[in-house]
């Protein structure tokens, strides 16, 4: 049904599918990042479900509508669709309603999406929608209005409040904010995990090989980017012979000593000896050491790779 190698079902069409898929307790929105203002949509998504005997559910749509309205806007996604997946799978949702948000989907009024979508296509029992959540063309309806067409439609919805957090207000716009800055542990408080970047390893330049630091590397294209410099990292291996969890050090970045013009993630992770060309990486964002830096000689530059180590080491050892 998906291309995620999780057990949830993915849904992508709410006109043909199957009747098993139909009824489900969801939880309404985007979730870019999944945070903790997500994950208390989700639980009460969860309680309705539980009360029901019904599946736990998401709905959202693929390509987030900021994308399909803004295609040329600069990056601003915290995760991809496979990170959301996972991230929402190891919740407990057992239906995720990834769907294709077009021309069509996105032309419909807010009484035809409920109308269509919720109540005929999917056939929810209960939603739930964060307050200041819009829907419908133009973004005309909001969680008010959905209550309404609830009521009258034969479903049940919840309106969950928005979460305030120690910065404020919780949302994906204030995670993006925090990482910006070099502040990946203000973002993992709103998040409720560490913020990670995952994707397969891609082929790179060798020249951590040549310098004794081989380091995995990966795309970080269509993400919103952190500051640019050096993370400790935790670093899960999600696929392959060497599948596990391990420490590291990593670049984030163009890498200016070497003239570099795309950015992307180089990770040196410790005490590992293995070819992992193809493997999927999920990779934790833990702590931000230093900016982006050119060196004087290739021995400078050794040099301080030995002391982002040592530094990074210092520190997930106490994480």
């Not at 133009?138 to 049940?156: L, V």
């Not at 207000?169 to 990482?179: D, E, H, N, Y």
Request: aromatic share 10%; charged share 20%.
């Amino acid at each position: 049904m998906g291309r995620y190698p999780c057990p949830m079902r993915i849904i992508r069409d709410y006109e043909y599918l199957d009747p098993s898929d139909r009824g489900a307790s969801v939880a309404i929105g985007n979730f870019d990042g999944v945070h903790i203002g997500h994950r208390t949509v989700i639980e009460l998504a969860r309680e309705a479900a539980t009360a029901s005997n019904v599946p736990l559910g998401v709905l959202t749509f693929e390509p987030h509508p900021r994308q399909y309205f803004a295609p040329d806007a600069p990056p601003f996604r915290l995760m991809g669709p496979e990170a959301r997946a996972h991230r929402l799978e190891k919740l407990g949702v057992r239906r995720l309603y990834e769907l294709n948000f077009n021309a069509a989907l996105s032309a419909l009024s807010p009484r035809d999406f409920v109308q269509n979508v919720v109540r005929d296509g999917l056939g929810l029992t209960h939603v739930v929608v964060g307050a200041d959540f819009c829907f419908g063309k133009g973004r005309a309806g909001n969680a008010a209005d959905f209550q309404a067409f609830g009521k009258e439609m034969g479903f049940g919805v919840t309106i969950a409040e928005l979460l305030e957090g120690e910065q404020g207000q919780v949302s994906s716009t204030a995670i993006r904010a925090a990482l910006s800055q070099g502040r990946p542990g203000d973002a993992a408080a709103m998040l409720g995990h560490w913020h990670r970047i995952e994707g397969p390893v891609v082929g790179g330049e060798q020249r951590g090989r040549e310098l004794g630091y081989p380091t995995t590397n990966m795309s970080i294209e269509g993400l919103h980017p952190p500051k640019f410099g050096v993370y400790a990292v935790l670093l899960d291996v999600l696929s392959g012979p060497h599948k596990g969890s391990y420490q590291g050090a990593a670049s984030l970045g163009i890498r200016p000593m070497f003239n570099g013009e795309i950015p992307n993630l180089e990770t040196f992770i410790f005490d590992f000896s293995g070819d992992l060309y193809g493997a999927d990486l999920s990779v934790a964002l833990v702590e931000y050491l230093r900016p982006e830096e050119t060196f004087d000689s290739l021995e400078a530059f050794i040099a301080q790779m030995d002391a982002d180590c040592d530094r990074a080491r210092k520190i997930l050892a106490q994480t």
